[in-house]
C-alpha cells in the first residue's frame, strides 16, 4: 500500500526533474555565437585556459580553449554549487 506522503513527495520529486530539464533545454537553445568569453585574471587568450560565458538569469557557458567548439552550460543553481564546492576544496586532487 502507497503512503500518501510518499506519493506527494515522488510527485514534487517528478515536477522538480521536469522544471530542471525544461531549464537545461531552455538554457542549450539558446544562441551563444555572441558571447564575451573570459579567462581567469592574468591569463591570456593564446594560452590554455578555461573560459566562461555569462549567460541570461545568471547561467553560464564554459570552454576549453583548445576546443572552443565543445561547451558546457550551466543554470545559476548548478554554477552556484560548482563555485561554493571548489572553494570548499570538494575538487580537489589529492
Given amino acids: 500500500m502507497t503512503d500518501v506522503h510518499e506519493t506527494s513527495t515522488a510527485s514534487a520529486d517528478a515536477a522538480l526533474a ?3 530539464k525544461r531549464q ?3 538554457l542549450y537553445a539558446l544562441d551563444i555565437s555572441d558571447v ?3 579567462g581567469a ?3 591570456s587568450p593564446d594560452e ?3 573560459e566562461i560565458a555569462r549567460l541570461p538569469e ?3 557557458a564554459m570552454r576549453s580553449s583548445l576546443d572552443k567548439g565543445t561547451v558546457l552550460r550551466y543554470t ?3 554554477w552556484d554549487a560548482f563555485v561554493l564546492g571548489a572553494r570548499d ?3 580537489d586532487l589529492r
Avoid: H, M, Q
Fill in 18 to 20: 521536469a522544471e530542471k
Fill in 24 to 26: 537545461k533545454d531552455e
Fill in 36 to 38: 564575451e568569453w573570459e
Fill in 41 to 43: 585574471p592574468g591569463t
Fill in 48 to 50: 590554455e585556459r578555461v
Fill in 58 to 60: 545568471g547561467a553560464v
Fill in 76 to 78: 545559476k543553481a548548478e
Fill in 89 to 91: 576544496g570538494e575538487f
